[in-house]
């Protein structure tokens, strides 16, 4: 089965810096990878999905890269605000998969100080 | 309007009670999951549901008893709770019309079930 790895597992930036979040996957069959922004007391929230047929994804001030050779991509949030503080979730999903079934990493916490 | 929704969002129970917790989707989609959310963030999946079928369930105790009345709801009963079983509960939907369709998932607001 698919195995999603993420790294760092903590991330402590200043106000304005970019933070970057890797992650790693094993099933060369997947082509979905979703991330999710999880706030403290909320469910993980969709903010940008890249799928196979693209390298890069941008919107606003998060960006997304795939290189699916070396089969890992890659969150980057530039101009980072205090409100972007929370845990970050990377997933994989193979749709042969039984179920088309999301396989997560295990989160990022990030951390921006005003 | 609240696309995922569950009940309740707090719930403090002994160990050894049967406990229930709801959820429900306006968003019209055909498949919904439960996912396990332990005291390290970790998201483990438990069940999938598409059409009130069941598509996957990932070594769960079978304490655990999902259950779908119709296509807009999942609910999760467990039996006999244990210590262990204290985690957030998280719920969710998509709507995969074919095996090759990229699968969004939306998620509720979740369940902290705490088990004393």
């Known amino acids: 089965g698919e195995n999603v790895e993420q790294h760092p597992s903590t991330l402590s930036v200043q106000e304005g810096d970019s933070a970057v979040i890797k992650c790693t996957y094993s099933?060369?069959?997947?082509?979905?990878f979703p991330w999710y922004k999880q706030e403290l007391g909320k469910g993980p929230q969709l903010i940008i999905d890249?799928?196979?047929?693209?390298g890069e994804k941008k919107d606003q001030r998060i960006a997304v890269t795939l290189n699916k050779t070396a089969k890992h991509f890659s969150l980057h949030i530039t101009e980072t605000q205090p409100e972007d503080s929370a845990v970050y979730f990377c997933a994989a999903s193979n749709p042969m998969s039984a179920g088309n079934m999301l396989t997560f990493g295990g989160g990022t916490r990030l951390m921006v100080k005003p | 309007d609240t696309a995922v929704s569950q009940t309740p969002k707090y719930l403090v129970t002994q160990m050894g009670n049967d406990k229930s917790i709801k959820c429900e989707q306006n968003l019209g989609h055909d498949t919904m999951y439960w996912y396990k959310q332990d005291s390290k963030k970790f998201l483990k999946i438990m069940f999938s549901y598409n059409n009130k079928e069941l598509i996957i369930n990932e070594t769960v105790p079978n304490r655990f008893s999902p259950k779908s009345p119709d296509k807009a709801h999942l609910n999760l009963h467990i039996n006999s709770l244990e210590l262990g079983d204290s985690a957030v509960y998280f719920c969710?939907?998509?709507?995969?019309?074919?095996?090759?369709?990229?699968?969004?998932?939306?998620f509720g607001p979740g369940t902290r079930l705490t088990v004393l």
């Open positions: 099933d060369s069959a997947s082509n979905y």
């Open positions: 890249i799928r196979s047929n693209v």
């Open positions: 969710a939907s998509s709507q995969v019309l074919a095996l090759s369709h990229y699968n969004e998932q939306f």
